[in-house]
């Protein structure tokens, strides 16, 4: 896995909106569960466990989902969707 990753405009946008946070980004995708992904991108998601806001509501988890491109030493992140709500380990 490269050590450098960087953000695209796009996806710093996608974050902002849907409050992921950029070290979620990073571990999902340095530990994630692959995922199908188009056009010769690479997919992880990762379930956090510890409790959130969002939009004025509380819940237990949030799921993180990061399509991204290996492009030689470097990561560059293309998009990054948040879900809230709960899902089973």
């Known amino acids: 896995m490269p050590n450098m990753i960087n ?7 996608s974050m902002r909106k849907r409050g992921a946070l950029r070290y ?3 571990d999902t995708i340095r530990t994630g569960t692959e995922i199908p992904a188009h056009l010769s991108r690479l997919g992880r998601e990762k379930v956090f466990r510890d409790g959130y ?6 819940y237990l988890h949030k799921q993180i989902r990061v399509i ?8 560059e992140v ?3 969707i948040a879900r809230y709500g709960e899902w089973e380990e």
Not at 7 to 13: M, V
Not at 53 to 58: A, F, L, V
Not at 68 to 75: D, K, L, M, R
């Open 7 to 13: 953000f695209s405009p796009h996806a710093l946008l």
């Open 24 to 26: 979620e980004v990073i």
């Open 53 to 58: 806001e969002w939009e004025g509501r509380s």
């Open 68 to 75: 991204y491109v290996e492009e030689g030493p470097a990561t």
């Open 78 to 80: 293309v998009t990054v």
